[in-house]
């Protein structure tokens, strides 16, 4: 009997339950359980998917989990997964389950059609759903208001029941039959404002036309301004914006013309311009025009006259007699004719170039005058960041907590991270945010008007361009705690105008501020204060005594902007004002102690340019020659190792030549040495140090200098600024660093001489300018000269005193005489100012006037450039240009430590003397004895400039004699000068064979 067997092998067991961890679009991700009796057994898993339109797909992994992709969106997918054994390929009984795939989303979602209740939205169809049921949903929603909702078929849809003048936020998505949502698409958009209502104009005048019109009834609650558009057939339009319902309609160019500055409105004013000499500039007369305030504004302003805010001009003769209804008159007419003082700032800034506004804005801060900080232009209705302008203020100051040490700071103000607090006025307020931060600002000692307020000088005449202007300023403590009103530095911004009609300046100042304190009286527009909008702290600062103050209303809408009552102050009658002033004091020094927001000028320039806030910075030509400027700066770290190695030529090689000049001319150290065989080896030691000079060649910095003043003159000018301003900040922090470490080595150890002498010598060596640089230049056209005329090299090098000499009519100060040296490049001096004489007409006449005297006494407050006379000015001074020099080291503390220090003193007093016209001598009565051995060698150089046919003229200047009585008490000092001066004339006349006996005979 046969028996036959077989076996069958069993069949697999099935996965575990199935799981979707993600379902998107195009994709899911599946996982399961393996089978748990199927350990040790070689298996894997087959998963296969479809849908009702399309073929199944499968795939076969080793793992328990896979992502099935490429799918359809929106669209329902039976998914299985069955255990197959990899020995006999058998399956298990499959897994099922089920998903439907995301949506996909509308795209490019467009508002079109906007008008002021109703936008119409338009947007494209989801892609990759062909075949699949599914419709839109839309949702929009304004602020203060629950979200709507409308649903379409269509890839259109008309939305209108929205309110005018509101942002709306739009987001659309696809929905499936089965409630499926994709992600959104979303869009925002501005609904229309409605128009006001109709126009009437109550009078028509010559230059001038008043309108007003009715509000729209349906925007109650929508901060909102009006724009006003004129044009005629021949001129092109122009607008002007308002939060009232009327207008005046005043014009930019009105206001040039008014003032005279009509031909600088494309073509900038420059800083050249003030610097001609005219009739009108050395005479104090009054202003008898508009068109004469600009001009008197700025000569006031560059001599640091503190009057020059109050300009006005001449008033008109009152009459001898007036009835009394008349001289009671609210619209009595104006005693003269006038503008206010920040429409002057603003013209004359929109007017200037980059160079006036920097010179502009030292200067008024100097005279502790509020800058710009944001300028508006009525033109463009754009405010610009006026980095550049602000970016030549340095201040030094002590806050308290250097006080023990008595350091202080000193820096660049646009770099200097301060806490801002800002004040601003929403509708109307009794109270002028101006003259409260004026008291604020000043001490008990001395009240100072910072920013202008309507009780100065013109600050009650109607502001026409000036409305959006934000003006910043800065308190910087003393050290002193009896004097000083705040213990750290803090910046105080002002913006002009209702913050509702300046919603982005206004929005800027949160955004950079510590604190914003609001004065408002009048609350029936106070949506634009809405805590979602502001993250600095929020002050509300309003007057009870004001008749339009509602105090229900004052109270709810302070409960629902959720402001503390910490945070309000009221000025009531029981309050005085010196109260008052001490309650917001006490506020800001909370804030400044409390708060860690701190912001540089610089830093606000990325929340400008988030707010589409431009910056001046932003001119082509600035940035490009900032871009030089940093290739020549940003490498800089140790100043005297970069002097050595990029500035080689000026160092002790030069020091040696011009010690070798001296000896050649002088002979003090021939001996018994044969003249002409001395002066032989002198050239030759000259010639070896101008071979080793000429072996360091130009370093990169020098090619990269010489190559940027070669450039444009308006480039060349910025990259100039550039380096000044970049070197400034360097050399003041490389500076300060030495000498913290010198103080901190003459308290600890005071006995370790040589390490004081070696960082005495450092900060002596430390400083770093752009007259390095040309001082550089000046050696490398020395070396070239002396190489034969054909040499390449000298070639290369005789564009350079050209180039120097554009800078000298460019306005740049170009050194003379090299200090450290003690030695005048004579052949790089001649050609630069041969080359000055061909840039400028050849028989052009120059003046030349130095100011001489002891260091620090006040001399470079005149101008030290070249400046020229006026075409109708130049007969009566005999003269096309006034050349001024200005001279430094005199009786310094420096140079005094030198061995030849009064020689270096009687060699700088001949030289100034004899190049100069008019020579004046500038004496601070209280140290007047130490000019006296100067003025010897002034009378000795006087006598030899008569000897050879010139009378040079000479001036006394006197300085700190402002006491109305000093001129009666100092007639002794002065009767005692003019005697030694006339001693010092015998003295000299005897020594020179003259007969001179009084110095008023030289």
Known sequence: MLIYLSWCPPEPSPPGKLNMSSVGEMSVCLSWDRPTDMEGVPHTFRVTWGNSREQSECITTDENSTVLSHLTPGTEYSISVCTVLQSTG???????????????????LRVEEVRSRSVRLRWDPPTKMEGVSYTFSITYTCDGEEPKEQSTGSSTADLCDLKPGVEYSFSICTVLHNGSRSRACSAQAHTQPSPPGKLNMSSVGETSV??????????????????????????????ITVRACSAQAHTLTETYLNLGLQNYRKDKLALSTLLVISQEALTEKTCASLKSLSWCFLRKLMMMNTTARSVRCVAKKAPTSQDLDSLLADDSPDEGEGVNPLDLITALFLCSDGFLQQEMAVKMSMCQFSVPLLLPNSDTQQSTLMLWALRDIVKKFRPHSLQESKGFVEKSIVLTQLPLISFVRLGNSSLSESHILNQILSNSQQYHDTFIHRNMTGGDTPKRISEGLVEISWYLPCGNRNMDIFPEPVAV????GDISAFETQFSFLCKISAAVFVFCDDFQDCEILNPKHIKAQLFLVCSTQNSSFNREAFKEHVTRLQIPSNHIIPKTQNINDAEFIMKLRALMNDVIKQNQLKMSVEQMSAIAHELGIPVDEGYMLCESAKVKANAITASISDILKYKQTQLPLQGEIWKELARLEKEECRLKKAGDKNIEKYRSELRQQKQRLREQQRAHGMSDSMSNFISALSGPKEERSYFLKWMKISLDHLSLRHLSDLRERYKQLCLNSPQDKRKIHDLDRQIASSSLGVEHFLREMGQLYEVACSLPENHPYRQQMQNLPRYCAQLLLDGLPVELIDGDASNIPLQWVKDVLTELHHLTHPNSRIRVITVLGVQSTGKSTLLNAMFGVQEDFREQLGCDFIMVIDTEGLKSPELAQLADSYEHDNELATLVVGLSDITIINIAMENSTEMKDV??????????????????????VHQNVADVSAHDKNMRDRNLLLEQLNEMTQAAARMEKRIENKSSQM
């Open 935 to 956: 003025l010897q060698i002034v009378v000795h150089a006087f006598l030899r400039m008569k000897e050879v046919g010139k009378k040079p003229c000479c001036m006394f």
């Open 493 to 496: 911004a002002n913006l002009r």
């Open 90 to 108: 058998l399956e298990s009984e499959p897994v099922h389950t089920t998903t439907c795939t995301e949506p996909s989303a509308p795209e490019r």
């Open 210 to 239: 008043c309108l007003s019109w009715d509000r729209p009834t349906d925007m109650e609650g929508v901060p909102h301004t009006f724009r006003v558009t004129w044009r005629n057939s021949r001129e092109q339009s122009e607008s």
